[in-house]
């Protein structure tokens, strides 16, 4: 996504919430 120039430690990716029952956007600060 463009978001990662702005912040490169943090990434976002669709991953599929077991507590949602769907896909969601999840963002990692590791």
């Known amino acids: ?13 669709k991953k599929y919430c077991k507590f949602c029952n769907k896909h ?3 963002k990692e600060t590791r």
């Open 1 to 13: 996504t463009k978001n990662k120039r702005k912040h490169p430690q943090r990434v976002e990716y």
């Open 24 to 26: 969601t956007a999840h």
